[in-house]
């Protein structure tokens, strides 16, 4: 019976369509929204058992029982004890057919793209009572309520002329700005002080105290921190959010507190459809409309697995906790194993000579090409499911550019991204270190019509949606480490909640500045180039660059001269300069293989070569200890302010090799800077003086570190 069942097995895995075919060709897996269609010829199993016993090898992940169910270890405690924490109880997954017996409940017959609804509906009574109950509760002001049921003329939200600024000081979040609508009354901005002073899902409230000690984000605490309360303020008021001051002690706590909110978003929205599919059954004539075009409400952008596999953690604990629901069922983790294999990394690293934040950065998981939907019920959390059944979609900007494509693609799809009620961007500062065009073509297919119904129910469709409206409903929330125009200038375009927008930024005081962590006493020379337009930003810095410093580089005595480079059009143009001028040279960029690039090194520390140009996502991805500088050119100012002293600090004498016999006055350090660059600039220099080098008549400064010994 069991060789019967297996032969089955396999022969419905090897029945693939034409399409499918192809996208295993393109992509190795078949596509996300075609899921659905695959999930029907075969019925899976989820196989529970130790994650050790995983085949390295395996490619396609296939599903069987285990005999002896003492021997099997529970693959959602595999995720919390990945973790580190072993004192959780072991508890069961549902088999997967029993999912997709729910599913099919809300699944229309199939089309060439899976048509689903946005109706949610539920098998057990005690469920669906206990969310009319809870949706009820009139307790605490509701502002997810308020928001979704708010309704305006186009007008008005469309006039930005009308806005007013509101600046405020919070402990822990500092100084930020509230930008408002002058015509629309939203909700004024209350510091929560408490947790219970939101009014959250009640599955939520019974599993934080357990999730936050599972997610560790502070030592011996059960509650959420008074920072995380000031951020929860925010995001609980639906206005969108700028933050810029991501640090390794607060990015762990910031993942938290957005995934918190997202889930309870989720859940709310849930909780309302299944209070009016009650009522409908009780009075067919009644209206509401509680829904969008498609059901994928929640989109998060995240650089790496890693990061998902971070965030998915989270929602396991926030949903189910250490322990099965009051009504008796199981926890129901859906395709766990399959993601623990995909997103986890059991990997040793080897960080030898690499400095801390690169760590941080780069543990665990690092591809950066994924998507993920997830489903989520009371009782369930199924990962894996097709977007246009999924509440939750993460994805690298990589992972969701392929599925988007391009105009003129025959098979591209970004219908399921009409819905989207809160967009999250988080470690948006890794997104420029990638490719920043794909953030750009997502955040332009957000919030459109669609170009199909899908199977929705127009008659439970919200009017703003219908309207076009969506986009001034969406919820925008940017995380970043670093202050910087690409990051403000999307921010600024795409944030257009009718609540209004929140920017959190400080003010870089004297201690705190860059610079003052260069321990190598050589002179710095600011040069500031005056530009009155962005678009002629990079015409005007070649121009400045090519007549003013490049001459005095030239000489033999300013020999071995790194110039470091931002941007890899400018590497390629000051490549293409240097060739032509037929200078002395080599380069290291991303793209620089691994032996040009140990020979490009030992040509440079040995003198065999007077430059070294030296892109910033070759350092951002490497961190190479370039030996033999002696003088250093920031052609532009690097994204991550630390690049600057970081690389500062390599010219010390110990890096300078045997034969050098000057000191470290010797040596010299230039930048270049317009007023466009002065987010950066205030991180390096501060922010008074950085005020005082953009409005000073001269346009060179000099900066020498004090001596620290």
Known sequence: MKHLKKRKLNKAQHRVNKRQKQDYDKFGESHPVNDSEAAKDIDETELIEDFSHISENSTNIECEQSESSEEEEDTYNLLVNSLGVSNYRTVEAESESEEENTDSEVLPPSSKLPKVSDEVHLNEDEEVESDIEESLNPSTTDNFSSHVEAVFEAEALMNSNNSINESKHWPNLGNFTITSNKTINSCKLKLIKSFQELNMKNIINENLTKSIILNSFEKNTTKLTDFQLELLSILDSYRDLLFTEKNSKNSEQIRFVYTLHALNHVLKTRSRIIHHNAKLNQNESAEYRDQGFVRPKILILLPFRESCFRVVKILISLLFGDKNDESGAKINVMNAKRFMEEFGSNEIKSYHGKPEDYKETFAGNIDDSFRLGISVTKKSLKLYADFYSSDIIIASPLGLRIIIGAKGDKER?????????????????????????????????????????????????????????????????????????????????????????????????????????????????????????????????????????????????????????????????????????????????????????????????????????????????????????????????????????????????????????????????????????????????????????????????LFVTENKK
């Open 413 to 701: 799809d970004y219908d399921f991204l009409s819905s989207i009620e809160i967009f999250i961007a988080d470690q948006t500062d890794i997104f420029l270190m990638q490719n920043w065009e794909h953030i750009l073509h997502i955040s332009k297919h957000l919030n459109l019509q669609p170009l199909d119904s899908h199977g929705v129910d127009f008659t439970r469709v919200r009017m703003w949606y219908l309207e076009g409206l969506s986009k001034y409903y969406r919820q925008t929330l940017l995380f970043s480490s670093v202050n910087f125009t690409l990051i403000n200038a999307l921010f600024k375009k795409e944030a257009n909640n009718f609540e209004g927008q929140v920017i959190v930024r400080n003010p870089v005081n004297p201690g705190f500045d860059v610079i003052r962590h260069i321990v190598v006493q050589c002179p710095q020379m600011f040069h500031r180039f005056e530009c009155n337009s962005i678009k002629n930003l990079p015409d005007e810095r070649f121009k400045y660059f090519t007549t003013k410093i490049l001459p005095q580089f030239r000489d033999s005595l300013k020999s071995r001269t790194m110039i470091y480079i931002q941007s890899y059009f400018d590497f390629v143009r000051l490549r293409n300069y240097f060739r032509k001028e037929e200078l002395n040279f080599t380069h290291i960029c991303e793209y620089t293989k691994e032996g040009k690039i140990a020979q490009s090194r030992s040509f440079f520390f040995h003198g065999g070569r007077h430059f070294l140009l030296y892109t910033e996502r070759a350092h951002f991805f490497n961190r190479f200890r370039i030996k033999g500088i002696r003088h250093l050119i920031f052609y532009e100012l690097p994204t991550f302010p630390h690049f600057y002293s970081e690389l500062c600090n390599l010219m010390h004498i110990v890096n300078q090799g045997k034969k050098f016999k000057g000191d470290e006055s010797s040596l010299s350090c230039v930048t270049l800077y317009s007023k466009y660059d002065l987010p950066i600039l205030c991180s390096i220099v501060g922010t008074e003086r950085a005020k005082l080098l953009l409005k000073s008549p001269t346009d060179t400064h």
